[in-house]
Each structure stands twice: as structure tokens, then as C-alpha cells.
């Protein structure tokens, strides 16, 4: 599975929004980014995914480059309660392990 | 809602004692996984299951052993605990591509 550079650390003002990024330029074709969160103690919850096309769901957007090298991660309008690491993973299998990386950590500040 | 939960939240035992975690998922999904989360060594993958009564090795699988008798029910057991398998413990399964996590057990040996 690829490797993938995020930003160690960002802040963000509580309702703007958040841009994170991810780095993934050795991404196979058949490589899908999926984000994931985890709130400090508990365990990662999944945010969103795709392969080559930008994609949308209740929690946030993910904007993924024509050349899928590298992708974004936006929440909309952040609250305190997205303060978390957020981890960018590239992976093939459709059910094997996860790998984390070190993740961005996000503050949301009043 | 995708819900996978996790018997114990924390959980404090000693030595040599036998230690079981448990993981029920309620979705009908087929693989379940066991990870270890610890600082600055992220996820490690312990064992996992793709059916009942399957299990295959993880990257960690040493001083584990686990069983998955009925479908929505994995278990992780320590069979003599140690302190140096102090560590968060998390479960996983999978629907659609995608990895659901529980909240996690917090395992403090003594």
C-alpha cells in the first residue's frame, strides 16, 4: 500500500473550514484514499473515501487531484467537537489491515 | 448505524492472569479484527477473522490467541497477561470496503 505525508499539526477556527492535505504520489490505480478521525481515547471512526473522483457525505468532502498524487480533506464548518488526528490511508485490499501513519492533528479553537 | 462494541471500556489486570476482551458487531459482516494502538507505534494488526471459526494471524500474534464461534462475536484473549501488552485494544469489521471501529478497551496490567 502507498505511503501518504500529512501535516503534523493544523488549528482551525471553530466554524470555518478545515482544509487538510494529504500526500500520496506513489498511489497505484487501484489504490483508494479513505480518512479516518480519532477523538483522544477513542477508537478511529471513518470519515470518508474514494478512488478517483471527489466525493461528499454528511461529515465532510474529499477532493482527490486528476492525478490522485494527493487529496484534501475538507470539513465544512468545524465545531470543537472535530478536534482529533485525522489519518489519510491509500490501500488495495478491499478488507485487509489498516495502516496509520502519524495524522494530522486538528484543534478547533472557539 | 454501523455499531461495533467493545465489552469493556477500561479494564485493569495483573500478571499471569487470563484476560478476555470481547467484540460484537451487529451488522452481519464477515471480517473482524484485533489491533493494538500504542504511542508512537500506531496500529498494529494482532489477528483477524473472514468467517466463523476462521481465524489467520496478524502482525502480532504472540502472546494472543482468539475465537469466533458465532459470526457477530470476536474475542481476544491474553492467555497468561504480561505488562508489556498494557495497551489499547481495538476491534474492527468490515461492511462495503469499509473498516467500522469500536471505542476501544484501555488494558492497564499490573
Known amino acids: 500500500d502507498a505511503k501518504t505525508t500529512q501535516p503534523t499539526s493544523m488549528d482551525c477556527a471553530e466554524g470555518r473550514a478545515a482544509n487538510l492535505p494529504c500526500n500520496h504520489s506513489t498511489i497505484s490505480g487501484n489504490e483508494y484514499v479513505y480518512w479516518y478521525r480519532q477523538i483522544h481515547s477513542q477508537g478511529p471512526q471513518y470519515i470518508i473515501h474514494?478512488?478517483?473522483n471527489n466525493e461528499t457525505n454528511e461529515m465532510a468532502s474529499l477532493i482527490i487531484t486528476e492525478d490522485r498524487k494527493s487529496s484534501t480533506l475538507i470539513l465544512p464548518h468545524a465545531t470543537l467537537r472535530d478536534t482529533a488526528v485525522y489519518y489519510c490511508?491509500?490501500?488495495?485490499?478491499?478488507?485487509?489491515?489498516?495502516?496509520f501513519g502519524a495524522g494530522t492533528q486538528v484543534v478547533v479553537t472557539p | 448505524d454501523v455499531k461495533v462494541t467493545q465489552s469493556s471500556r477500561y479494564l485493569v489486570k495483573r500478571t499471569g492472569e487470563k484476560v478476555f476482551l470481547e467484540c460484537v458487531q451487529d451488522m452481519d459482516h464477515e471480517n473482524m479484527f484485533w489491533y493494538r494502538q500504542d504511542p508512537g507505534l500506531g496500529l498494529r494488526l494482532i489477528y483477524f477473522?473472514?468467517?466463523?471459526?476462521?481465524?489467520e494471524k496478524g502482525d502480532i500474534p504472540e502472546g494472543y490467541s482468539v475465537s469466533r464461534e458465532k459470526k457477530e462475536r470476536f474475542s481476544l484473549i491474553l492467555e497468561s497477561a504480561s505488562t508489556n501488552q498494557t495497551s489499547m485494544y481495538l476491534c474492527?469489521?468490515?461492511?462495503?470496503?469499509?473498516?467500522?471501529f469500536g471505542a476501544g478497551t484501555r488494558l492497564s496490567v499490573l
Open positions: 477473522s473472514y468467517d466463523v471459526k476462521m481465524k
Open positions: 474492527a469489521s468490515t461492511l462495503k470496503n469499509i473498516q467500522y
Open positions: 474514494g478512488l478517483k
Open positions: 490511508i491509500v490501500k488495495t485490499d478491499s478488507w485487509g489491515k489498516l495502516q
